[in-house]
C-alpha cells in the first residue's frame, strides 16, 4: 500500500513538472517567433522575464485548481484536453492581467499574448496524445477494454472495484459519485469522488464517461431508478455488482458486472439462508420432485443437486421440461445419481410404482396449475391436479413412510376469489390437517408471484417489449408481491429445515409492486422510453384476477421463526371425517364433469371462497386481511 501511494505521488510530482516547464519553453519559443527566431532585443529580455516570473505562479494554482496534475495520459479523451484549454486559457488571462498591472506590458509584443497560449496548448497536449498512441498501438486494447467508466458508491464494494478495474484494465474508472454528500472531494486510490446522483449527468458529459457502474449493493430502489432514467436519457448502458450471495458475501469482480435486472429494482433485502442446515438436512437423502421441470421445480431440483443427495428423483409430465433438467442436471453434476421420470402427479398407479422402487425420503409437491384466468375456464383440471393430484402424492408418501413432504403453495390460496387459489387453499388444509394422521411430516410454504417464473408477467412484459409493445396492464392500481425463483427456492428449502409438521411457512414478500410501475422499469431497463418508444395499455382485470394479493387469512395469526424472512401461519382445525368426505364429494363431482357443481363444492371446503366478490378495491383496514401480525 504505502510503495502503491508513493508510486502515485511520484507520477504526480513528474507530471506537475512537466507542465511547469512548458510554461517558459511555450513562451520563449513566441518570443521567438515574434522576431522571425532571431536574436531577442534587451528591451524584450526584460519583458520575457516579468512574464515568466508572473506566469510560473499563476500556472501553477491553475494547474493544482483544474487537477491537470491527476490526469492519467494513458486513457487521455476529449474532455481531459478541453480541461487542457480551459486552464490554459485561465492562466494566460491571469498572467496578462499581473503583467499589465505592474508593467503595462512594457517590452512585451501583443502578438506574444496570443502565440504563447497556442504553443503552451500544444506542449501540454501532444505528449499526452502521443503517450496514449503510442501505448494503444503497443499493448492493442480494443475501444471496450479502455472504456471510461463513472463509479455509483464510493463505499467498500467501490474500493474494491476500483482496485480489481486498476489490475484488469479493462475500464478507465474517471470519477465516484456517492449518495453520501460527505464525500463529496474525497478521493480512493487516486479517484475523487467528485458528486452525488444529481451531478450524474453533468459528471458524465464533463468525462466522457461511457458506462455508469453501480457499486452499492444495497442500492435504495428510488436511487436505482432515479439512475437507470439517467443512463437511458444519456444513451449509456448501466452495469452493476451482483448483488450479496445468499451467504451474505459481495461479490465485486469487474468481469461478473451485469446489466440491472428487475429484480433489483423491487429493493427487497437480501436473503441469508442457513446453507449448513439446509445441506445437513438434504446430505445423503433420496429427494423427489414433482413438477421437477417446471419454474420452481427446476430450480428446487438445481439447488438440491448441489447438496449431495443419495438421489434425486425428478416427476414431470412434460417431456421438454423433464429434458431440459435432465440436461442440466447431468452437464453440472456428474456424480449425482439422477432420476427422470415422464409421470403425471395424478396417475395412482405410476406413483405407487415410482415410491415403492425409488424410496424417497423427502418429498417437494411442486407440479400445480397456476394460471389464474385459464382455469376459470378449466375447472375440472385445476381440482384434479391441484387438489387430488396432492391428496395422491401425500398418500403414496403417507403409505411409504416418507420422512417429509413439502407443498409449494401461494399467495392466491388466501381468501380466493378464483379456482385456482381455491383448488391451492383445499390442498393446504388436506396437508395441514393429514399431518395428524402420519408419520410423515407435512409441511406448507406459501409466496406471491416469482420473477421469471413460467406464466408470470415479467415474461410477458419482457416479450412485448422486444416486439416493440404495446405493454398492456389490466388496471393501473394492480398490485402484487413479487421475489425472486432462487430466492423462493432457498426460502422453501429453509423452511423444509425448520419443519416439524403441519406448518404453513409464509415467505416474508416485502412490498407489494405496482404492476404499472413495474412496466415502466422493465421499458427502462431496455434502454427505451415509457409511452414514447413502448405505448402502456390497460386491458381490465381478467377472470378471477384481484387488484390485491394477501399473504394470509384473517384468522391466521402469524407468529415470528429463527429466520426473519419466514412466518408461520396458525393453525386451522377442522373435523377429518368431513373433509374426507367433502374431498370424495369433489372427486365424484370432477369425474362426471359436473363443472357448475365445482364452485359449490369448492366452497364447502373453503368457506372463504368466493368467486363473485368484488376484486376492486383493497382489504379494509379493520378488516384483518393482508396485515401481518406477529404472535409471540
Given at each position: 500500500m504505502i510503495f502503491e501511494m508513493w508510486g502515485q505521488i511520484r507520477n504526480r510530482i513528474a507530471v506537475l513538472l512537466h507542465d511547469l516547464l512548458w510554461v517558459p519553453v511555450s513562451l520563449f519559443l513566441a518570443f521567438s517567433l515574434r522576431f522571425n527566431l532571431g536574436p531577442i532585443p534587451p528591451e524584450q529580455w526584460l519583458g520575457f522575464l516579468w512574464m515568466a516570473g508572473c506566469a510560473m505562479p499563476v500556472f501553477t494554482a491553475a494547474f493544482w485548481f483544474f487537477g491537470l496534475y491527476r490526469g492519467t495520459w494513458r486513457f487521455v479523451s476529449i474532455s481531459d484536453l478541453m480541461r487542457l484549454f480551459k486552464t490554459v486559457a485561465l492562466g494566460v488571462l491571469g498572467t496578462a492581467l499581473l503583467v499589465f498591472l505592474l508593467r503595462r506590458f512594457e517590452g512585451v509584443p501583443r502578438s506574444v499574448l496570443i502565440l504563447f497560449p497556442v504553443l503552451l496548448a500544444l506542449g501540454l497536449g501532444a505528449p499526452r496524445l502521443v503517450y496514449r498512441w503510442v501505448l494503444d498501438r503497443r499493448i492493442g486494447f480494443s475501444p471496450m477494454e479502455r472504456q471510461r467508466a463513472l463509479i455509483v458508491g464510493a463505499g467498500r464494494a467501490g474500493e474494491m472495484l476500483l482496485r480489481n478495474m486498476k489490475r484488469t484494465g479493462h475500464h478507465v474508472p474517471v470519477a465516484f459519485v456517492d449518495p453520501d454528500p460527505a464525500m463529496k472531494g474525497k478521493e480512493i486510490h487516486g479517484v475523487r469522488v467528485v458528486g452525488?446522483?444529481?451531478?450524474?449527468?453533468?459528471?458524465?458529459?464533463?468525462?466522457?464517461?461511457?458506462?455508469?457502474?453501480?457499486?452499492?449493493?444495497?442500492?435504495?430502489?428510488?436511487?436505482?431508478?432515479?439512475?437507470?432514467?439517467?443512463?437511458?436519457?444519456?444513451?449509456?448502458?448501466?452495469?452493476?455488482?451482483?448483488?450479496?450471495?445468499?451467504?451474505?458475501?459481495?461479490i465485486v469482480d469487474e468481469n461478473k458486472l451485469r446489466p440491472v435486472r428487475i429484480e433489483d429494482l423491487l429493493g427487497r433485502d437480501p436473503v441469508v439462508l442457513n446453507m449448513e442446515g439446509i445441506s445437513r438436512h438434504l446430505r445423503g437423502k433420496r429427494v423427489l420432485v414433482t413438477g421437477g421441470g417446471g419454474s420452481i421445480g427446476a430450480e428446487l431440483c438445481r439447488q438440491a443437486a448441489a447438496l449431495e443427495p443419495e438421489t434425486l428423483i425428478v416427476l414431470d409430465n412434460s417431456e421438454f421440461n423433464?429434458?431440459?433438467?435432465?440436461r442440466h442436471l447431468t452437464a453440472n453434476h456428474a456424480g449425482l445419481e439422477f432420476v427422470p421420470l415422464l409421470c403425471d402427479a395424478?396417475?395412482?398407479?405410476?406413483?405407487?410404482?415410482?415410491?415403492?422402487?425409488?424410496?424417497?425420503?423427502?418429498?417437494?409437491?411442486?407440479?400445480?396449475?397456476k394460471h389464474v384466468p385459464l382455469l376459470e375456464t378449466n375447472t375440472l383440471q385445476a381440482v384434479n391436479n391441484n387438489v387430488m393430484g396432492t391428496i395422491t402424492v401425500a398418500g403414496a408418501a403417507h403409505r411409504h413412510g416418507c420422512e417429509q413432504f413439502v407443498l409449494i403453495s401461494t399467495d392466491k390460496a388466501v381468501n380466493p376469489t378464483n379456482v385456482m387459489g381455491a383448488t391451492k387453499r383445499a390442498a393446504e388444509i388436506y396437508c395441514q390437517n393429514f399431518n395428524a394422521r402420519s408419520n410423515t411430516r407435512f409441511i406448507t410454504t406459501r409466496f406471491g408471484n416469482v420473477l421469471g417464473s413460467t406464466g408470470s408477467v415479467v415474461p410477458l412484459f419482457e416479450s412485448q417489449i422486444a416486439s416493440g409493445g404495446p405493454v398492456t396492464v389490466t388496471h393501473p392500481d394492480m398490485e402484487r408481491y413479487f421475489m425472486t425463483i432462487p430466492e423462493a427456492v432457498g426460502l422453501i428449502l429453509q423452511a423444509a429445515?425448520?419443519?416439524?409438521?403441519?406448518?404453513?411457512?409464509?415467505?416474508?414478500?416485502g412490498r407489494p409492486v405496482n404492476i404499472l410501475h413495474l412496466a415502466e422499469q422493465m421499458i427502462q431497463l431496455a434502454g427505451l422510453k415509457p409511452y414514447r418508444d413502448i405505448p402502456i395499455i390497460f386491458t381490465g382485470l381478467r377472470p378471477g384476477e384481484k387488484l390485491y394479493e394477501e399473504l394470509f387469512h384473517e384468522s391466521e395469526?402469524?407468529?415470528?421463526?429463527?429466520?426473519?424472512?419466514?412466518?408461520?401461519?396458525?393453525?386451522?382445525?377442522?373435523e377429518w371425517e368431513w373433509l374426507e368426505a367433502e374431498l370424495a364429494a369433489?372427486?365424484?363431482?370432477?369425474?362426471?364433469?359436473?363443472?357448475?357443481?365445482?364452485?359449490?363444492?369448492?366452497?364447502?371446503?373453503?368457506?372463504?371462497?368466493?368467486?363473485?366478490?368484488d376484486l376492486s378495491s383493497p382489504p379494509g383496514p379493520g378488516d384483518g386481511k393482508g396485515q401481518i401480525r406477529l404472535v409471540k
Open positions: 452525488g446522483l444529481d451531478d450524474i449527468t453533468n459528471i458524465v458529459q464533463r468525462t466522457s464517461a461511457g458506462i455508469v457502474i453501480l457499486a452499492i449493493p444495497e442500492i435504495r430502489p428510488e436511487d436505482l431508478s432515479k439512475i437507470l432514467e439517467i443512463c437511458v436519457k444519456l444513451a449509456i448502458p448501466c452495469r452493476t455488482i451482483p448483488r450479496r450471495d445468499a451467504s451474505g458475501e459481495i423433464l429434458y431440459e433438467i435432465d395424478k396417475d395412482k398407479e405410476t406413483l405407487e410404482w415410482v415410491f415403492a422402487r425409488h424410496r424417497p425420503q423427502i418429498v417437494f409437491h411442486a407440479a400445480a396449475y429445515t425448520m419443519g416439524k409438521g403441519g406448518e404453513i411457512f409464509v415467505l416474508e414478500m395469526g402469524l407468529i415470528g421463526t429463527s429466520n426473519p424472512k419466514l412466518l408461520l401461519a396458525g393453525f386451522r382445525n377442522v369433489l372427486e365424484e363431482i370432477a369425474q362426471r364433469l359436473d363443472t357448475e357443481a365445482l364452485p359449490a363444492s369448492l366452497k364447502r371446503i373453503v368457506p372463504e371462497f368466493n368467486p363473485g366478490q
